[in-house]
C-alpha cells in the first residue's frame, strides 16, 4: 500500500525578546508577524516594570531590523520611554548582542527538532522554556577583554605583513606603484 505524505504549513511565529545582560532575565513577545507594534508592545513589556521604568538609562542594542532602524525608531522609543537609549549593532554584526546567544540556546533546546503540531505548541514550548530559563540562568561572561582586542590586531598587522610580504619577489624592496589616475 502507498501512502502519500501531505505537508500542511502551520504558519509562522515571530519570536521577539529582551535580554537583561546583568540579571540574565528573558523577557519576550511572540506575535503573527514582526514590525513596530510587536517590537513596541515588547519595549512596553519591560519599561513599564521596575527595575527599568525608574532606572536613570536602558540601553537596548538592536540589530538594523526595520522595526527598530533609524531615526524614527530612536525617536518613538525615547519619546515613550525618555530614559531608553537605542544601541544598534553594526551591520552583519549581531553576534554582538548577547540576546543572539540566547537564540542561538533556543534554536537547540526549543525550537530543534521542529516537531511541533501548531503555533499553540512553540508558543507553549518558548513560554516554558523561558520560565525555566529565568529561574536558572546566570548572566554570560565574556572573556574578550581589551588586552585580548590588541592582541588580536596584532596578529592581524602580523599577517598582514606577512602577506603582504610574500607577494613581492624575492629581492624587491619597493612597495608596488599605484595606478594613475586619468583626470
Not at 535580554?19 to 508577524?33: E, G, N, P
Not at 540566547?102 to 525550537?111: G, N
Request: hydrophobic content about 40%; charged content about 20%.
Amino acid at each position: 500500500m502507498r501512502v502519500n505524505h501531505e505537508y500542511q504549513r502551520g504558519g509562522a511565529l515571530a519570536y521577539l525578546a529582551a535580554y537583561d545582560v546583568h540579571q540574565a532575565r528573558v523577557f519576550s513577545h511572540c506575535s503573527a508577524k514582526t514590525g513596530i507594534i510587536p517590537f513596541m508592545t515588547l519595549v512596553e513589556k519591560v519599561m513599564t516594570q521596575e527595575p527599568y521604568a525608574s532606572a536613570k538609562r536602558v540601553f537596548w542594542v538592536v540589530d538594523n531590523g526595520s522595526s527598530h532602524r533609524g531615526q524614527a525608531a530612536i525617536g518613538r522609543l525615547t519619546k515613550r520611554f525618555p530614559n531608553a537609549v537605542m544601541v544598534h549593532t553594526p551591520t552583519h554584526a549581531s553576534c554582538l548582542n548577547q540576546v543572539e546567544i540566547f537564540f542561538s540556546i533556543v534554536q537547540r533546546k526549543v525550537v530543534t527538532p521542529n516537531d511541533f503540531t501548531s503555533l499553540e505548541q512553540v508558543e507553549d514550548r518558548l513560554t516554558a522554556f523561558e520560565q525555566h530559563y529565568n529561574a536558572t540562568a546566570r548572566p554570560f561572561r565574556w572573556k574578550f577583554t581589551p588586552a585580548d582586542l590588541e592582541d588580536l590586531m596584532a596578529r592581524i598587522e602580523r599577517h598582514e605583513q606577512k602577506e603582504q610580504n610574500l607577494q613581492q619577489p624575492p629581492g624587491c624592496d619597493h612597495q608596488p606603484a599605484g595606478l594613475a589616475h586619468a583626470a
